[in-house]
């Protein structure tokens, strides 16, 4: 989809944590039964939920939170989690236009560096938007192999 039709389409808010759940238990935790969708990170000082409504249906969700970084010890850093965009919606800029608010954002707010754990099935995406990823992959402790990643802010 252009990037500027995308643009009249779409609108990004910020949302509760707990409006992000069921886009998270559906892409990220596979709608497995009792899967927790709450996450520690929720509730921290300064926690920023945004979502992506299209057409008065949120389709997307990101979550971001300050939370140091071994990788730059001594930087100002936010951690990105719950990145999730509805399938239906999945390839038409929605995942980079949330991305892109959240950064604005947390730029706004003097964070110098964003951070995440990323699934290695979405590196792509992240390495799209000009995330490094850093290190030795793992497996996380459902067993998804994971990378961590990271970009300037
Ligand atoms: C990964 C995800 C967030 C991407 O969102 P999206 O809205 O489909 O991505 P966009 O359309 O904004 O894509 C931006 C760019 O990344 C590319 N891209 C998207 N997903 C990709 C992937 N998995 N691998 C490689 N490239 C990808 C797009 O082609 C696009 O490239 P372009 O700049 O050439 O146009 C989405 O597919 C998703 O929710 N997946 C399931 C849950 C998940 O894995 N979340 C991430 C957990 S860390």
Do not use: C
């Not at 497995?32 to 520690?40: K, S």
């Not at 192999?145 to 300037?152: A, N």
């Amino acid at each position: 989809m252009d990037e500027s039709l995308l643009g009249e389409l779409v609108r990004v808010i910020e949302i509760e944590a707990v409006t992000t759940y069921d886009l998270r238990r559906r892409l990220l935790r596979e709608s497995w039964a009792g899967a927790q969708v709450a996450f520690p990170e929720d509730d921290v000082p300064g926690a920023l939920h945004l979502g992506v409504i299209d057409d008065d249906v949120l389709v997307a969700v990101a979550s971001f939170s300050p939370e140091a970084t071994p990788y730059r010890p001594t930087a100002r850093a936010a951690k990105l989690r719950g990145m999730a965009v509805e399938p239906t919606a999945q390839g038409a800029g929605v995942g980079r236009r949330l991305v892109d608010v959240g950064v604005q954002r947390l730029r706004v707010e003097g964070f110098e560096v964003l951070w995440a754990n990323g699934r290695d099935t979405a590196l792509g995406f992240y390495r799209r938007l000009g995330w490094r990823v850093m290190g030795a992959g793992f497996r996380n402790a459902n067993g998804i192999p994971h990378h961590v990643i990271m970009r300037e802010l």
